[in-house]
């Protein structure tokens, strides 16, 4: 009968160790990756980034050149204007907006099933940029506005690890207490209580270990696909470094912790036989 129990407590400490390496990476997740508002406050400061900058403004430009009803001598005569008064609204509270919908259109991208096409509106980039450009146009030259300024940025590729995430994404932050939970009940129920102590130690430091080896290894963990992905690569490899760098310590403390429930386990045990 014995044996049974602590059979029942070595599985319920197998179960809880594994929801322990799944709880930090989980609510990270969670808080920073579906959460459209965590989304959005890691990819705010990429709208100084210069790269993506010009990914807007350039795109913006294009949809004013590429106008059929612009004709080839106009375009060559505000293509230089056109760049310049793209630049300036880098700074602007306009870029700043059309930036957020920028990112609020990734995020839902990229829960998406399948492939999708990032599709932004660059109207009222379009409109400022000729706006400024046909004030330095002699004669009153009146550039055509495009119909439709919705261009394609990107395509974003499949990722189904974030849509099943999201559907556990409740889930997530339960994890850490449901894994104390059943340490304690395999504790309840264990006939050997100190070598069940020292066990769930022992299954502290691996799931400490395992969420460590994660937050170091996370660029191999994205697929390929996803990390060299036009515009959404550079995004994905600064969630990438912040994963690495608010997991990684939580991996440490996981492992301290597990380290010292196991002292404790084997002291115990010292002091039993001792007596």
């Not at 990107?154 to 690890?161: E, F, K, Q, W």
């Not at 600064?238 to 403390?253: D, H, S, T």
């Amino acid at each position: 009968m014995h044996a049974v129990r602590d059979l029942l407590a070595a599985a319920l400490l197998l179960v809880a160790a594994v929801l322990g390496a799944l709880w930090v990476p989980a609510s990270w997740v969670e808080r920073t990756v579906i959460d459209q508002q965590g989304f959005l406050a890691v990819t705010q400061p990429l709208a100084d980034d210069p790269d993506f900058q010009r990914t807007l403004t350039d795109s913006a430009v294009a949809e004013i050149l590429g106008d059929e009803r612009v004709p080839d001598w106009v375009s060559e005569r505000v293509t230089p204007l056109a760049e310049e008064q793209a630049a300036r609204i880098t700074g602007t509270q306009l870029y700043g907006s059309l930036w957020d919908v920028t990112m609020r259109e990734l995020h839902g991208a990229l829960f998406a099933p399948g492939p999708s096409d990032l599709d932004v509106d660059l109207g009222p980039a379009v409109d400022s940029i000729l706006t400024g450009l046909e004030d330095h146009l002699p004669f009153g030259i009146q550039v055509p506005r495009p119909d439709d300024a919705t261009v394609t940025l990107a395509t974003i590729p499949d990722v189904p690890l974030l849509t099943k995430a999201s559907g556990l994404a409740p889930w997530a932050d339960r994890l850490g207490p449901i894994a104390l939970l059943l340490v304690l009940v395999a504790l309840t129920v264990a006939a050997h209580r100190r070598v069940i102590l020292t066990l769930a130690g022992v299954g502290g430091i691996l799931a400490g270990l395992a969420v460590w080896w994660l937050a170091g290894s996370i660029e191999t963990v994205v697929p390929d696909s996803v990390d060299q992905a036009v515009f959404l690569g550079p995004v994905v490899q600064v969630f990438q470094e912040r994963f690495a760098a608010e997991v990684m310590p939580q991996g440490v403390i996981m492992m301290g912790a597990g380290a010292l429930v196991m002292a404790v386990g084997l002291v115990l045990l010292g002091l039993r036989r001792t007596a």
